[in-house]
C-alpha cells in the first residue's frame, strides 16, 4: 500500500480510539489486516490551490480561531485533528503554506495550522466564557520523534513549545486539554502490533512530561487529556458508510484494538499525572446509540461517508463537537 493511501486512510481514522471495555493491559493479540485503503486527500498545484481559495473561503478572518480576545483567563487547546476539526481542504492548505506557497487562508492559526470554527476548543472557550490559545493541528502526534512524511509534522511537544514562547500558558490559564494519541499508530515503529507494549509507555512518558510543563507554567490549570469516542459497533466491525438511514459494516478487528491501547495509555498518564481523564469512549458508541455506527440523525461521530453535519471523514460531528464542549467547559467552571 502507497505511502498516500496509508495516511489516507489513518487520517480517516485519527480521531478515533478509546479502547474496548474496562482500561486494562492488553493480552496477546491475533495477527491483524492491514489498514483499510481510502481515497487519498485532493491533490493540486500551488496555483490550482490558490485559484481554489477564493471560491471555497471568501473573506480571511480569524473567527475561527479568535474567542474572547479580551479576556484574562484562558483556554489552551493541545492536539490532533479531533480538535482542531478541519476540512481535508484545510489541511492541503496548511501543508501548501508550510511548503512555502503564499496563500492566506483564513483560518490558520499557530504553526501554520488550520483550526475549524466548529471544533470543541472553540465552543468550549465560548461556553466557559474564556480567550482562547488554539495550538491544536491535523496530523498531530504525541511522540516528538515521530514523524508523517505527507502531512503536516507537529507534535504535542511542539505545540506546548510553541504556547510556552507566547506566553500561553500562565497564573490565568484556567483549562488546558490534551488530545493526541492515534496518528502515533500506523507510523514507525508503531506501524508493528508487536510494538505497541513499547507505545503505551511512551505515550505515558511523552504526554506525562508536557503535563508537566504545562503545569509548572499554568499551576491554576485544569489539565484534562481527551479521549475519543469509540467508533465501531462493538463487536469489531467499523463503519463506512452512514446516510440516508444506510449503514455499512466492515469487519475490522484493528480499530477496536487500536483504541484499547489509546485508551489505556490515556488513562494511565491522566492517573499518574494526578490530571482528568475525559473518557468519551464511554458516552459516545452504538450502545448509546450515537456513534458512526448509529442511524440516530444526532449521532456524535461521524463515519467515512456521512450525511450528518462534520468537517473531516471519522472525527466529530457537529453535535459531537457540541457534546465535548458541554463537558469540558462543566470542567473548567467547576
Given at each position: 500500500?502507497s505511502?498516500?493511501?496509508r495516511?489516507?486512510a489513518?487520517v480517516a481514522a485519527?480521531g478515533?480510539a478509546?479502547?474496548?471495555a474496562g482500561?486494562?493491559?492488553?493480552?496477546a493479540e491475533?495477527e491483524l489486516?492491514p489498514?483499510?485503503?481510502?481515497?487519498?486527500f485532493?491533490q493540486f498545484?500551488?496555483?490550482?490551490l490558490?485559484a481554489?481559495q477564493p471560491?471555497?473561503?471568501p473573506a480571511?478572518?480569524n473567527d475561527?480561531?479568535?474567542v474572547?480576545p479580551d479576556?484574562?483567563?484562558n483556554?489552551?487547546?493541545?492536539g490532533?485533528?479531533a480538535?482542531?476539526?478541519?476540512?481535508?481542504?484545510d489541511?492541503?492548505a496548511?501543508k501548501?503554506i508550510?511548503?512555502?506557497?503564499?496563500?492566506a487562508w483564513?483560518?490558520?492559526?499557530?504553526?501554520?495550522?488550520?483550526?475549524?470554527a466548529?471544533?470543541?476548543?472553540?465552543?468550549t472557550?465560548q461556553?466557559a466564557?474564556?480567550?482562547l490559545?488554539n495550538?491544536?493541528?491535523?496530523g498531530a502526534?504525541?511522540r516528538?520523534?515521530?514523524r508523517?512524511?505527507?502531512?503536516h509534522?507537529?507534535?504535542v511537544?511542539?505545540?506546548?513549545?510553541l504556547?510556552?514562547?507566547?506566553g500561553?500558558?500562565?497564573?490565568?490559564?484556567?483549562?488546558v486539554?490534551i488530545?493526541?494519541?492515534m496518528?502515533?499508530?500506523y507510523?514507525?515503529?508503531y506501524?508493528d502490533p508487536s510494538q505497541?507494549?513499547?507505545?503505551?509507555?511512551?505515550?505515558?512518558?511523552?504526554?506525562?512530561?508536557?503535563v508537566?510543563?504545562?503545569?509548572?507554567?499554568?499551576?491554576?490549570?485544569r489539565?484534562?487529556i481527551?479521549g475519543?469516542?469509540?467508533?465501531?459497533?462493538g463487536h469489531?466491525?467499523?463503519?463506512q458508510l452512514?446516510?440516508?438511514?444506510?449503514v455499512?459494516r466492515?469487519?475490522?478487528p484493528?480499530?477496536?484494538?487500536l483504541q484499547?491501547?489509546?485508551r489505556t495509555?490515556?488513562?494511565?498518564?491522566?492517573d499518574e499525572q494526578?490530571?482528568?481523564f475525559?473518557?468519551?469512549f464511554?458516552e459516545?458508541d452504538l450502545?448509546?446509540d450515537?456513534?458512526?455506527?448509529?442511524p440516530?440523525p444526532?449521532?456524535l461521530?461521524?463515519?467515512?461517508?456521512?450525511?450528518?453535519?462534520?468537517a473531516l471523514?471519522?472525527h466529530l460531528?457537529?453535535?459531537?463537537?457540541?457534546h465535548?464542549a458541554?463537558a469540558?467547559?462543566?470542567?473548567?467552571?467547576?
Amino acid at each position: 500500500m502507497s505511502i498516500k493511501r496509508r495516511i489516507a486512510a489513518a487520517v480517516a481514522a485519527a480521531g478515533l480510539a478509546a479502547g474496548t471495555a474496562g482500561v486494562g493491559s492488553a493480552a496477546a493479540e491475533p495477527e491483524l489486516p492491514p489498514m483499510p485503503q481510502l481515497p487519498a486527500f485532493p491533490q493540486f498545484t500551488p496555483d490550482q490551490l490558490m485559484a481554489l481559495q477564493p471560491m471555497i473561503l471568501p473573506a480571511p478572518n480569524n473567527d475561527a480561531i479568535t474567542v474572547n480576545p479580551d479576556t484574562r483567563e484562558n483556554f489552551v487547546a493541545f492536539g490532533d485533528s479531533a480538535a482542531a476539526n478541519v476540512t481535508a481542504i484545510d489541511i492541503v492548505a496548511s501543508k501548501a503554506i508550510e511548503r512555502g506557497v503564499p496563500v492566506a487562508w483564513p483560518n490558520i492559526g499557530n504553526g501554520n495550522c488550520a483550526q475549524g470554527a466548529d471544533s470543541f476548543p472553540v465552543k468550549t472557550a465560548q461556553r466557559a466564557g474564556l480567550r482562547l490559545s488554539n495550538y491544536t493541528c491535523a496530523g498531530a502526534v504525541a511522540r516528538a520523534d515521530v514523524r508523517m512524511p505527507s502531512l503536516h509534522t507537529n507534535s504535542v511537544t511542539h505545540q506546548v513549545d510553541l504556547a510556552l514562547k507566547d506566553g500561553a500558558l500562565t497564573g490565568d490559564t484556567k483549562l488546558v486539554t490534551i488530545t493526541a494519541g492515534m496518528n502515533d499508530t500506523y507510523q514507525a515503529p508503531y506501524g508493528d502490533p508487536s510494538q505497541y507494549g513499547e507505545y503505551d509507555d511512551e505515550y505515558v512518558r511523552v504526554i506525562g512530561d508536557q503535563v508537566r510543563r504545562i503545569r509548572e507554567a499554568a499551576p491554576n490549570a485544569r489539565v484534562v487529556i481527551t479521549g475519543y469516542p469509540d467508533q465501531t459497533d462493538g463487536h469489531g466491525y467499523i463503519c463506512q458508510l452512514n446516510a440516508g438511514g444506510l449503514v455499512t459494516r466492515t469487519y475490522y478487528p484493528l480499530l477496536d484494538w487500536l483504541q484499547k491501547h489509546i485508551r489505556t495509555a490515556q488513562q494511565r498518564t491522566a492517573d499518574e499525572q494526578h490530571v482528568d481523564f475525559y473518557d468519551a469512549f464511554s458516552e459516545i458508541d452504538l450502545g448509546h446509540d450515537n456513534n458512526a455506527c448509529s442511524p440516530n440523525p444526532n449521532r456524535l461521530s461521524s463515519a467515512w461517508v456521512d450525511d450528518q453535519s462534520h468537517a473531516l471523514a471519522g472525527h466529530l460531528t457537529s453535535l459531537g463537537n457540541d457534546h465535548y464542549a458541554e463537558a469540558l467547559a462543566a470542567r473548567a467552571n467547576h
